[in-house]
């Protein structure tokens, strides 16, 4: 089984989308790495700060009195009581020379104390802990904030940058998919004003839904075109001119044979001569379907403006009845109204003729044939005969078919009937036996017709 070509737009849109999708997690991680370090750094700055700020504090108190008969009013970052909520307030020692502890805050804990670093900051508990130590080493200060506040400020910013970057990949990944539909969409028209191309029409392609990159393609194609064109308008020209040179060197044989014949006296020699004449009748009945077929190859199908085609399929019946020996052997319900199409009334008289010649030629039986156009745009032609085979049916669509060896025809019938059909759109149904019967042939012809106006 064939595999179903990739879309051009599926495949740009997963082109642009994966890139975003890891140029937004870069970004997102990028952003977060930079904001935490800076972070930590100016929340470690404040700890520190506060450490020495106790400091000074202390070593202008000592001045005054002695800390250790104050420690019990004292609290140097009693102000930010009134300023963060208590989960998050400093914790804090104060520390002699001697490493003993002789003032604190009223929720430190020991195991935090015990964890420090001299003279630097370490994270422990869930506590980021800091000291500063006077020059004499006679006070150090010790302080220690929780971290959750920290982290649920960066959980914050982590958030938040995401939803911006996601805000920002559907922004870029709406206007990126619109954008390669909107190039894909060009190269789809572009792709459904080749399909229109065909035998019949060859012009270079419309340039309007084209891109600069795909010009030289479309170049190429133009020129295969032309190429092709060229050469489809020569084996045209050639079938249709040696058919027209043919018709009167024929008729000329045609018409000294039947002078012959009536000089002839000689059976043997007379029939030889009946036997030429039909070969040539025949002969040009066969130049008759080869200039058919080198109009339907021309593109004959289509009118340039739409008309009334009632008139048309009422001079082909009235025909038809001057070829039919007794009026008893045809039924014929006429058309009705005014049908609007735009078929060609040659292709008409071409298909409507053939369709006639293949129920004449192949009727069989003492049933009429019957030709009822009375449905709009439908016109069903039906001969008695014995039924086909399925297999049968199909064969006599394809050129050079007969139905029968003895056929007089040539196969070119219903091959040219079905290239016109293909040409303006009209449908051909073939079916035997006849609906509702046991025996008998059917062609339905339904054209496109549209409303008068």
Known sequence: MRKRPTSLLNTLFKSLLLPGIIAAFLGVFIVYSIVKEEYDELQDIALASKAHLMLQLLEAQNEIADISVMQDGLNPLSFELDLIDGDELTVFWVL??????????PDADQALLSARVKGGIVTAHGYRIADAINPDASLTVVTATPMAERDEALREVLISVTIGFILLGIFVALAAYLAVRRSAAVIADLSTEIKTKDAYDLSPIDRKNTFAEIEPAIDT???????????????????????????????????????????????????????????????????????????????????????????????????????????????????????????????????????????????????????????????????DCAPLAAADLDNIKQRFSRNATRSEGFGLGLSIVQELCKQSGSTLELSSPQKGKARGFSAALTLVVSDPR
């Open 96 to 105: 002699d020379a001697a490493e003993d502890v002789i003032l604190r805050s």
């Open 221 to 383: 194609v133009d020129m295969l075109m032309a190429r092709l064109d060229a050469t489809l308008t020569a084996e045209r020209a050639f079938a249709t001119n040696a058919a027209h040179e043919l018709r009167t060197p024929v008729a000329i044989c045609l018409a000294h044979v039947q002078r012959l014949k009536t000089k002839l006296t000689n059976l043997d020699t007379s029939q030889s001569a009946v036997e030429i004449e039909e070969g040539l009748k025949r002969l040009t009945r066969l130049i008759e379907r080869l200039l058919q077929m080198s109009r339907a190859q021309s593109g004959l199908g289509v009118a340039a403006v739409k008309a009334d085609i009632t008139p048309v399929i009422k001079l082909l019946l009235r025909e038809l009845r001057d070829r039919v020996p007794s009026p008893d052997q045809l039924v014929v319900k006429e058309p009705e109204g005014i049908w609007i199409s735009d078929v060609d009334p040659d292709a008409i008289g071409i298909i409507l003729n053939n369709l006639f010649d293949n129920a004449l030629k192949h009727a069989s039986g003492d049933a009429p044939m019957t030709v009822d156009a009375s449905t709009r745009g439908r016109i069903v032609i039906s001969n």
